[in-house]
T-cell receptor, first 107, second 117 residues
Framework: AQRVTQPEKLLSVFKGAPVELKCNYS??????LFWYVQYSRQRLQLLLR??SRESIKGFTADLNKGETSFHLKKPFAQEEDSAMYYCALGAGNMLTFGGGTRLMVKP | GAVVSQHPSWVICKSGTSVKIECRSL??????MFWYRQFPKQSLMLMATSNEGSKATYEQGVEKDKFLINHASLTLSTLTVTSAHPEDSSFYIC?????????????FGPGTRLTVT
């Protein structure tokens, strides 16, 4: 069975500081990985997917199959980045979510 | 594009009554929809996968007779919480998967907050 682990429930940084939200997964097959974000009082929305290798809102994430990780990074955090971030693994017919990390960017 | 709506956004009901929650894909057809449950400050837990025209697939530990799912059309899935109890109070979120594109990319509804008194 697949599993997604986000070791940090809360990450607090100052504006302008670099951010790394950690995500590790376990899955025997070839994974499809995503980062979803949920801003306050808004619905969950897709931020990144590993297959497109894109940068959205300054965030990037690289799939490291050797370390089974898909960490989310941004070099300079902004206050508007404050939100809940969920790492998710697509396998079979479903998405499996990590526990989420709340990012707080302080002014 | 790819907007998913849910109705109602919140509902309060008495113990023993049933509540129906609708999930609609507004601008695309969704052969597969998903129902999640989210407790405060916790992650989303998949309850069931809803396939148009067939029976839903429930995750382990989810009572299919309590959480009735119907996916009668390519744009509508419903979740009915039957004989609701206070422990059913939660935030219920649906999502829909595009038929084309990423095989696992899902678009989420805004959620429905259910409170059972």
């Amino acid at each position: 069975a697949q599993r997604v682990t986000q070791p940090e429930k809360l990450l607090s940084v100052f504006k302008g500081a670099p951010v790394e939200l950690k995500c590790n997964y376990s899955y025997s097959g070839s994974p499809e990985l995503f980062w979803y974000v949920q801003y306050s009082r808004q619905r969950l929305q897709l931020l990144l997917r590993h297959i497109s290798r894109e940068s959205i809102k300054g965030f990037t994430a690289d799939l490291n199959k050797g370390e089974t990780s898909f960490h989310l990074k941004k070099p300079f955090a902004q206050e508007e980045d404050s939100a809940m971030y969920y790492c998710a693994l697509g396998a079979g017919n479903m998405l499996t979510f990590g526990g989420g990390t709340r990012l707080m960017v302080k002014p | 594009g790819a907007v998913v709506s849910q109705h109602p956004s919140w509902v309060i009901c008495k113990s023993g009554t049933s509540v129906k929650i609708e999930c609609r894909s507004l601008d695309f057809q969704a052969t597969t929809m998903f129902w999640y449950r989210q407790f405060p400050k916790q992650s989303l837990m998949l309850m069931a996968t809803s396939n148009e025209g067939s029976k839903a697939t429930y995750e382990q530990g989810v009572e299919k007779d309590k959480f009735l799912i119907n996916h009668a059309s390519l744009t509508l899935s419903t979740l009915t919480v039957t004989s609701a109890h206070p422990e059913d109070s939660s935030f219920y979120i649906c999502s829909a998967r595009l038929h084309s594109g990423s095989t696992h990319e899902q678009y989420f509804g805004p959620g429905t907050r259910l409170t059972v008194t």
